[in-house]
């Protein structure tokens, strides 16, 4: 770190300027709760993995109250090869046989819900994980999926139904920042969990708590009107102008655009996908006028 009296006073005025240009979103977000989706690339490269870490736990020392969920694509994909599972998808949805939920379960809430918290911890003893199966936090109900016109089974696949906030609140209320993995129970069998999708769960979370914001990190800059134009990058839009864009859309942003969708319409007040890949990109989107990415507002 350098040292205070070896900064050059230019760049220590320019760093002064940032930070009050933060002031009225820190007014704005202090004790409030800020819901984290993290997935895709920043939660495969080492490097994004300690920029995001760092900013979950700036957020938590500047009063903001941060929630991270998470799924792991990648990495439950990278474990069934290893254990030579077949992985298949139907309709954007992996379909989740009784042997692969186990490696689900395992990767998720064995893997990398402690790593997370672990580079998080790296900044002061303030997370901890928590599992959508931990005290009713979730609760799950089995889907399939319909593709031209015809019903398919996913298995061990499910949306999250039922949400009970307070193992959350009890952590948010301790001053801890809460890492929760996408996995809940099986309501209508005791006993199984569901593969269940992290932007929906993350979106459903975001309801229960009464959240200020949603922040779900994607591996593209944000939401394109006229994709693959890369000019026509949307920054702000409603309700209702999503409502109508959303059939549409790319089958990978389908999930993403609809969590943030459900989100403000259930009473979160923004949503926002941001870029994953920038160093730091939850920072820029909370902290700044312009933020980053692609917000969401009722209307």
Request: hydrophobic share 45%.
């Amino acid at each position: 770190m350098t040292d205070i009296q070896d900064t050059d006073p230019t760049e220590a005025s320019t760093r002064a300027v940032t930070l009050i240009e933060s002031l009225p979103w820190l007014k704005r977000f202090r004790d409030q709760i800020v819901v984290v989706k993290y997935g895709g690339n920043a939660m495969v490269s080492e490097e994004l993995q300690d920029a995001f870490a760092a900013d979950i736990a700036y957020l938590r020392y500047v009063g903001v109250k941060p929630v991270v969920v998470h799924g792991g694509g990648p990495q439950i994909s990278s474990m069934l090869d290893r254990l030579a599972i077949p992985s298949e998808f139907k309709g954007g949805y992996r379909v989740t046989s009784t042997e692969a939920i186990s490696v689900v379960r395992m990767v998720l809430t064995g893997q990398i819900n402690p790593q997370l918290v672990s580079k998080i911890n790296a900044h002061g003893p303030v997370a901890t994980g928590l599992s959508g199966e931990d005290a009713g936090l979730f609760g799950g109900r089995r889907r399939g999926v319909v593709i031209e016109g015809v019903e398919h089974d996913l298995g061990r696949v499910g949306d999250v139904v039922e949400v009970d906030p307070q193992p959350v609140l009890d952590q948010i209320n301790a001053g801890r920042i809460p890492v929760v993995s996408s996995i809940a129970p099986d309501l209508d069998h005791p006993g199984h969990s569901l593969n269940v999708n992290a932007d929906a769960a993350a979106s459903a979370l975001a309801k229960a708590l009464g959240a200020a914001k949603l922040v779900v990190l994607t591996d593209v800059p944000g939401l394109y009107a006229d994709w693959p134009n890369r000019d026509s990058l949307v920054s702000h839009l409603t309700s209702t102008e999503l409502r109508a864009m959303l059939p549409s859309l790319e089958s990978g942003m389908i999930p993403k655009m609809a969590a943030c969708l459900e989100a403000v319409e259930g009473g979160v007040e923004t949503a926002a996908i941001i870029d994953g890949r920038v160093p730091h990109s939850v920072l820029v989107e909370i902290f700044t006028s312009k933020g980053i990415g692609t917000e969401v507002v009722l209307g």
